[in-house]
């Protein structure tokens, strides 16, 4: 049918298939995909060593002032003192009974050797004062 001029002839039967050409050149990379889903946490792993201790911190600031305590017992009596020097003595009331009035001179006579008045008596008690008495006989 070589060089037939058919124009509506029928079609024949397909031929047979051909060989296997050679392989053909690699193509470029193809886009990279999407992220794939995050897979399920493992097992927990074993416990560590034990650290070494740390260093000594430093020292913390003054503390405030406490309160006061509760009192202590009373302490034992001390010892007597020693003896004071002896008093002076206090004086009463002088009496006269004599005709003329009293002088310091009849005041040392009566009282001059009695306590208060005339021996170890108080400044100004040896002699007459306001307030003794003179007792004039009546006549």
């Known amino acids: 049918m070589a060089g037939c001029d058919c124009k509506d002839g029928e079609r024949g039967p397909q031929g047979l298939t051909g060989e296997k050409g050679d392989k053909g050149n690699v193509g470029p990379q193809g886009q990279q995909g999407i992220p794939g889903l995050t897979g399920a946490t493992g097992p927990q792993g074993p ?13 913390g600031a003054n503390g405030g002032a406490g309160t006061p305590g509760t ?12 003896d004071g020097v002896n008093g002076k003595s206090g004086r009463g009331i002088a009496v006269f ?6 002088t310091n001179s009849d005041f040392t006579v009566q009282y001059g050797s009695i306590e208060g008045f005339g021996v170890n008596f ?3 008690n040896d002699q007459i004062k306001p307030g003794d008495l003179w007792i004039e006989p009546c006549v």
Not at 47 to 59: E, K, L, R, Y
């Open 47 to 59: 416990q560590g060593a034990t650290g070494s201790t740390g260093a000594t911190g430093p020292s």
């Open 71 to 82: 009192p202590g017992n009373a302490g034992i009596d001390g010892n007597d003192g020693a």
């Open 97 to 102: 009974a004599q005709a003329l009035q009293p």
């Open 122 to 124: 108080i400044t100004g």
